[in-house]
């Protein structure tokens, strides 16, 4: 994409990574800081880039990563601001060591813009493969290039694969119902297009809606092998039109959605209602301490909440949740007497 390709700009995008808007004197100090701008950049010369690049990719009809508010003028990803506590979410299991990423990666390139249209089908089937399907090259006149199984039994499903090479790394021709008619023949639900590159015309645009393809870049593909992205995932990533925005917002999600809630959720609950148990100490008879109900649960994580600035509270289902979580984690003992639990520790320091 546009924005990797200008040092400042991919910087800048780097720092916002947190979710956190900022105004332009304000990313530009922590820029410099962490190093990843130059000591050098101005103020004017960051605004002016990101507004650029913003208008740039906007007047293409695309969605731009980096957005600035017209009322504030702060910039920030193009996601719901982040307000929640930062945390150190659990590192996912790598599928895909670094060295085989960078093989893979390193043959993917070549082969999409070579002359060799073969090479290209099987390097993205080995790539497919990685991300945990059963892949079929098949290639040849009148079929597809590929199919690609999705191993997860009643949630199963078959992709049809579409590749094509452009030697200036720009593909100009591509016709989404090419895939498309092989959906039916060979039992598949979902067409997926593959290029290094594709130009994005309004009628292309259109065609890859109406006959519900998926449009993939070598750069797409790379970035869901990086990220670990599994056949389940790829369900609604194999959804009509370019995937490059759905594959970031799931990304994105992963480290500022639903499980980053439910881990700062977990560790709310579990420090502060340890530290209230730790305060009815000595204030009332053992047999008359209450355990934690879901209400009370409810009543101290969003004090904690609060208290460190979130605009939105958690859910019911959330803190119920959380509470189970503590106790098949072990730091947390249910006591259905008094339909709740009570939290064994406060946990580790974050």
């Not at 009815?280 to 208290?307: C, F, K, Q, S, Y």
């Amino acid at each position: 994409m546009e924005i990797r390709a200008n040092t400042i700009a991919a910087a800048a995008l780097a720092i916002l990574q947190d979710g956190k808007p900022r105004d332009t004197a304000t990313l530009l100090r922590d820029g410099i800081a962490s190093g990843a701008l130059p000591a050098s950049t101005t103020r004017d010369s960051l605004y002016v880039t990101l507004t650029d690049y913003i208008t740039r990719v906007v007047a293409r009809d695309q969605r731009p990563e980096i957005v600035e508010d017209p009322i504030t003028k702060a910039f920030r990803v193009n996601h719901p601001v982040d307000d929640w506590p930062p945390v150190v979410l659990p590192p996912r299991p790598r599928d895909v060591s670094p060295d085989t990423l960078a093989t893979i990666s390193a043959l993917l390139r070549s082969t999409s813009t070579g002359d060799d249209p073969a090479a290209f089908e099987r390097a993205v089937c080995d790539a497919f493969t990685l991300m945990g399907f059963i892949t079929t090259h098949i290639g040849g006149n009148g079929k597809p290039d590929g199919t690609l199984d999705a191993p997860l039994g009643p949630l199963g499903y078959r992709a049809i694969l579409e590749c094509k090479t452009a030697q200036s790394g720009v593909a100009k021709t591509v016709a989404p119902s090419e895939p498309a008619k092989f959906r039916e023949p060979y039992g598949a639900t979902a067409a997926v297009i593959v290029a290094p590159d594709i130009k994005r015309e309004a009628t292309f645009l259109a065609e890859l809606q109406s006959h519900d393809v998926a449009l993939w870049t070598v750069d797409d593909l790379i970035e869901a092998l990086r990220n670990d992205v599994d056949p389940y995932e790829c369900g609604d990533l194999f959804k009509a039109g370019p995937v490059h925005d759905r594959l970031h917002d799931l990304i994105w999600n992963r480290t500022h959605g639903p499980e980053k809630r439910a881990h700062v959720i977990r560790t709310l609950l579990q420090r502060d209602g340890f530290a209230a148990q730790r305060d009815l100490v000595g204030r009332l008879p053992w047999n008359e301490m209450p355990a934690i109900t879901l209400d009370i649960a409810m009543v101290v994580v969003e004090g904690a909440l609060r208290i460190a600035g979130v605009s939105g509270g958690a859910s019911r289902e959330e803190i119920r949740a959380a509470m189970d979580d503590l106790v098949h984690s072990f730091d947390a003992v249910a006591v259905p007497e008094h339909d709740g639990i009570v939290i064994r520790s406060a946990g580790r320091p974050k």
